[in-house]
């Protein structure tokens, strides 16, 4: 099927499996998969059961490394430079778990981070007996300056490694990742950026933001199938940078290394290239522009619908902006719950700074009358909880 000639919104959603009375407004979470990529996925499956032996001997390694070199050149950066993971959290655990610190060492990250990334960080310091320290990001009101501001103010001679996300999560910001990283590399500190949803949100070029680490997913913005994940490692780490699961690739490099953790169903990685393939036919600039515009206007729908401001400028936002309502943080999970309960609506409501914010995404699947229904059911919640 010419999925260029599909209109995007309702028209374009039976590409997808998802459930037609529900109001799916959390792609960012896990993403969502269209049924070619996962056609493709099933295609590879066979392709290994047809002779097991001749598929993980001799055909495998070729075909991963042909995906890799796709992936890699569709984000400005060289095959051999990336590896396939799991998932972000995969990847983020084989670089920290990497590391080699010492007592006394600092290692930052924000306020904003990941709270699964926030753990495993808590974790490598405490057995090493470092210091997790946190840059304060300004927000809401938050701008590129502030945001510098902040991670300048905590590197010290004893930081050994800086985290940061090039789009936060509970908070949908976009990072200058850019700037951040050259700041850091100026006092010698190397990066590690958790672009877990930046793949398919923003147009990336690896290379030229400079970092050490970069750590992304294809099963987000980039609708590949789940638990495909990537990790780019510049040349510079590569040799003292290991999978957390050590295999017969040990000693053979970091290619070596990572293709090889075990008997695995590779058939997630394999198919990454019908997710490019597919993500190009809609258009890869078509796709932001479309998702961009949606999650803006309907940013300033509900947040004017909703009493509240807007926390950040349009430019630091990507396909997801997360808007406060006027309850209170405990609420967040009944505020969510009564979405889904009463009107199949699935998004996030996050507690954040003492209220409870909701973050939308936009995904070509999605279209302005969603967020009209969104903004009616949050009033129609709020109102209920006033007559209490
Ligand atoms: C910023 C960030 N980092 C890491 C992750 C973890 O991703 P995964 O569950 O695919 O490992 C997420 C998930 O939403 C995220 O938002």
Known sequence: M???????GKSIRSQWLLEEDVIFLNHGSYGATPRVVLEAQAEWRLRLECQP????????????????????????ARGEDLVFVDNATTGINAVLRSLVL?????????????GAVRKTLIFVCDRA????????LP??????AGIVDAVARTLSPKTRLVVLDHVTSPSA?????????????ERGVPVLVDGAHALGMLPLALERIGADWYVGNCHKWMCASKGCGFLWASPRVQSSTHPTVISHGLGEGYLGEFDWTGTRDFST????????AFHRSLGPETVR???HELVVWARDLLAQSWGTEPCAPERLLGSMAVIRTDRPAQEAEALHDYLWDRHRIEVPVIPLVGAAWIRISAQVYNESEEYRQLAAAVNEYRLSECRK
């Open 2 to 8: 010419n999925t260029s000639r599909l209109k995007f």
């Open 129 to 136: 007996g470092a210091q997790l320290v946190e840059a304060v």
């Open 53 to 76: 032996v001749r598929f993980m001997r001799r055909e495998l390694i070729p075909a991963l490394r042909a995906a890799a070199t796709e992936l890699a050149a569709f984000m400005g």
């Open 173 to 185: 910001l976009i990072l200058p990742v850019e700037r951040l990283v050259q700041l850091c590399r």
């Open 139 to 144: 927000f809401p009101g938050t701008d590129d």
């Open 102 to 114: 010492a007592p006394g060492d600092e290692v930052v990250a924000t306020d904003h981070t990941y």
């Open 269 to 276: 990685w394999l198919s990454v290239t019908a997710a490019l």
């Open 289 to 291: 522009t479309y998702n």
